[in-house]
Nanobody, 115 residues
Framework: QVHLVESGGGLVQPGGSLRLSCTAS????????MGWFRRASGKLRDFVAS???????DYTDSVKGRFVISRDSASNTIDLQMNRLKPEDTAVYYC?????????WGRGTQVTVSS
């Protein structure tokens, strides 16, 4: 059974940094694409960043140059280093894994950027 566990959310001031982690368990996901989405209050869930099995990363335009996604295939973990955070980055962040033609989601972790 596939299981995703996220960690690392919290409250940070504008301009600060946070690091999110997501660990998948239940199979070998080294060839799978994993990523992060976010949902701000009153809005739809949007793509933030992803990394495929070859380590190629992709980002939404609004986070390019500020966020860095990385993965450790040995531990089925991805991290999202978020720098120069802005109030508009406030959202619940969800980890996503695509495996065997099924999308799996974590429960989400709250990120709040506020002074």
């Amino acid at each position: 059974q596939v299981h995703l566990v996220e960690s690392g959310g919290g409250l940070v001031q504008p301009g600060g940094s946070l690091r999110l982690s997501c660990t998948a368990s239940g199979a070998d996901f080294s060839a799978s694409t994993m990523g992060w989405f976010r949902r701000a209050s009153g809005k739809l869930r949007d793509f933030v960043a992803s990394v495929n099995g070859s380590g190629v990363a992709d980002y939404t335009d609004s986070v390019k140059g500020r966020f860095v996604i990385s993965r450790d295939s040995a531990s089925n973990t991805i991290d999202l280093q978020m720098n120069r955070l802005k109030p508009e980055d406030t959202a619940v962040y969800y980890c996503k894994l695509g495996y065997d033609e099924v999308n799996y989601w974590g429960r989400g972790t709250q990120v709040t950027v506020s002074s």
